[in-house]
């Protein structure tokens, strides 16, 4: 059983630019999450998808979005970054049961 | 809406110590509690987690954690530390009526001396 893998790992954009990061979610997992982590703070949540379908958005700009695929996987996407967009970016994976959520490793996004 | 606070951004321990790092939540509804730990550099791996029954919840790596409900607290203990256990550590709690977002608390830097 494969865990949660993020790609890449780490990333560095210019203010402006926009971004994509990966999410490859738990094998049978139907359901991810995205999350923030700013510098010595907890995670905010960002927004969540079941089954292709946003079902849940913290609160964040539209200009974070993101997508899920038939196969599960996950991306976020982020326009027009700005320096406070530097963060870790992480996904959780479930199976549509919010019991217990599976991290991948993280993407380590600085703009500059 | 729920909030967590962790009232220690670190807590410096000797190694062998035992070690309390304290969690308390607000709710209006009944939440599910979770503590997990993040090594450096690393994702979020679950410690232990409460959703029902007894409050005495035991986790990996030793640690266990007590549901005080009256408190709103869920505070995570281990009898004797290891330079190992260096990491920091989040409480974070979901309502039982929303969709799957956790929320998290500010984190706990747990910095084991020799």
């Known amino acids: 059983e494969t865990g949660v893998t993020q790609s890449p790992t780490h990333l560095i954009k210019t203010r402006g630019q926009q971004v994509t990061l990966r999410c490859s979610s738990q094998?049978?997992?139907?359901?991810v999450s995205w999350y923030q982590q700013a510098l010595g703070q907890g995670p905010q949540f960002i927004f969540q998808?079941?089954?292709?379908?946003?079902?849940g958005r913290g609160n964040f700009p539209p200009r974070f979005s993101g997508l899920q695929f038939p196969n599960y996987s996950s991306e976020l996407n982020v326009n027009a970054l700005e320096l406070d967009d530097s963060a870790l970016y992480l996904c959780a994976s479930s199976l549509g049961d919010k019991t217990e959520a599976f991290f991948g490793q993280g993407t380590r996004l600085t703009v500059v | 809406a729920q909030s967590v606070t962790q009232l220690d951004s670190q807590v410096p321990v000797f190694e062998e110590a035992p070690v309390e790092l304290r969690c308390n939540y607000s709710?209006?509804?009944?939440?599910?509690l979770f503590w997990y730990v993040q090594y450096p550099n690393q994702g979020l791996q679950l410690l232990l987690k409460y959703l029902s029954g007894s409050t005495l919840v035991k986790g990996i790596n030793g640690f266990e954690a007590e549901f005080n409900k009256s408190q709103t607290s869920f505070h995570l203990r281990k009898p004797s530390v290891h330079i190992s256990d260096t990491a920091e550590y989040f409480c974070a709690v979901i309502a039982m009526d929303s969709n799957y977002q956790l929320i998290w608390g500010a984190g706990t830097k747990l910095i084991i001396k020799p």
């Open positions: 709710s209006s509804v009944s939440v599910y």
């Open positions: 998808y079941y089954r292709e379908e946003e079902n």
């Open positions: 094998s049978g997992h139907n359901t």
